[in-house]
């Protein structure tokens, strides 16, 4: 079975096509993409002629499903039929996200017309956040603003139940892995009486960062609210804000709605911060030649995720594992060296060798004596999307 998953930005598409064999394991056929899109269309048709030439997919006809990574809906969650019913609850919530649920809707649209037949399934990052308990996922505002959709749905499900699912393999808990393979097939499992709960924190730290707590493999909360603009800052975006601060620059600053909103995601974040770059590479560059905004940046991140990881430990009754993933959780010893530095009474001990070792891969970077696990898991969000496209 063939299976395409299909990433799509306000200006991009990006495609991965994985094979399943009968047992479910998965290979990667092939990966591309392509910038600066301004007809789907045409971008759709490139990439089924890249998989042609690449021998894969003769027609569409070899094609057996396109997944999609869609972001949110209103009133819509889960992995589901990418049909009329998502394109609206997209639509519903273009506000929320802007820069992501119309070119998913465009995007949905074009494959459909280009590939009669082909089923396509889309997961909602919103999805692994479906059994947060009501008081963690509700804010304090009038029933209203409830109604019209003001709560916390949180995002990067798909790489916080790959972290789920992976870190309990790890952790010899097959079990708790099997109920994370079958969550969104039937909701979660009961599990076998007796045994302790598995705990487990999972950073997501990259161009966009979050934190989610998750307990025998579902989530019980994440740092990201209504929008992805919050939680921990993020690249170019502002992360957590106190509401009052939106009228209080509007009136000071006289700033319209419109300025505030762009400045709050595309010159906020590590950006804003440092004042150097959206990207923690030149961030590090610049704090290492003694420039303190660059260096604050980094400490606002850290402190931020600290915070985040420390929000889920009473939920949880303690931790078993701390998972760093994506870009910046895989890349940067030193940041995930801040993030656990001085939290021995709270049973986390990391390994400084086993930390600087493990870059860009799967590895356990807890010193041998620390109660809890502290582990990287590298991304793969493509795989949770193919995965549950092929159910
Ligand atoms: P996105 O959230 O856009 O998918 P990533 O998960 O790739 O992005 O994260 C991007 C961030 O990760 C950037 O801030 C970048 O500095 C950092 N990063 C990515 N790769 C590396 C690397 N090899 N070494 C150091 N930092 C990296």
Not at 45 to 58: F, M, S
Not at 228 to 241: E, H, T, Y
Not at 276 to 292: G, H, T
Not at 376 to 390: F, G, S
Request: glycine share 10%; net charge neutral.
């Amino acid at each position: 079975m063939n299976i395409l998953v299909a990433n799509l930005g306000s200006t991009s598409l990006k495609f991965r096509l994985f094979r399943f064999d009968d047992a479910g394991g998965a290979v990667l056929l092939a990966k591309g993409g392509y910038e600066r899109v301004t007809d789907y269309g045409r971008a759709i048709d490139d990439c089924l002629a890249e998989l042609r030439a690449g021998g894969h997919v003769r027609s569409a006809a070899d094609l057996h499903g396109v997944g999609f990574k869609a972001v949110l809906g209103r009133n819509l969650t889960g992995c589901v039929p990418a049909d009329d019913r998502v394109i609206a609850a997209l639509d519903g919530f273009r506000e929320i996200a802007p820069a992501h649920n119309p070119p998913y809707a465009t995007g949905i649209r074009r494959f459909r017309e280009k590939l009669p037949g082909v089923p396509l399934v889309a997961l909602f990052e919103t999805a692994f956040y479906q059994w947060v308990p009501e008081a963690a996922a509700r804010y304090a505002v009038p029933e209203a603003w409830h109604e019209a959709g003001v709560r916390r749905y949180g995002f990067h499900g798909a790489s916080h139940k790959f972290v789920a699912e992976r870190a309990a393999e790890l952790l010899g808990r097959d079990d708790v892995a099997e109920r994370v393979r079958r969550l969104y097939q039937a909701g979660p499992a009961p599990l076998p009486a007796g045994r302790p709960a598995l705990r487990v924190v999972s950073c997501h730290l990259g161009g966009s960062s979050s934190v989610t707590g998750i307990r025998d493999g579902v989530a019980i909360g994440t740092s990201m609210g209504l929008s992805p603009q919050s939680g921990l800052p993020q690249n170019n975006r502002v992360g957590d804000l106190d509401s009052a601060a939106v009228p209080f620059v509007m009136k000071t600053l006289n700033l319209p709605l419109a300025e505030v909103e762009r400045q709050m995601t595309k010159e906020s974040g590590l950006l804003g911060l440092s004042g150097v770059s959206n990207d923690l590479r030149d961030i590090r560059s610049a704090a290492l030649q003694v420039n303190p905004r660059a260096q604050l940046a980094i400490d606002v991140l850290v402190h931020a995720t600290r915070r985040w990881i420390g929000a889920f430990l009473p939920d949880l009754n303690g931790l078993d594992a701390l998972v760093f993933t994506a870009g910046i959780g895989e890349n940067n010893p030193d940041l995930r060296a801040a993030i656990c530095g001085g939290l021995d009474q709270l049973g986390l001990v990391l390994d400084p060798a086993r930390n600087e070792a493990v870059l860009g891969r799967e590895g356990e970077i807890s010193a041998a004596g620390s109660r809890v696990k502290i582990l990287v898991i590298p991304a793969n969000e493509e795989l949770v999307v193919a995965r549950e496209t092929l159910r």
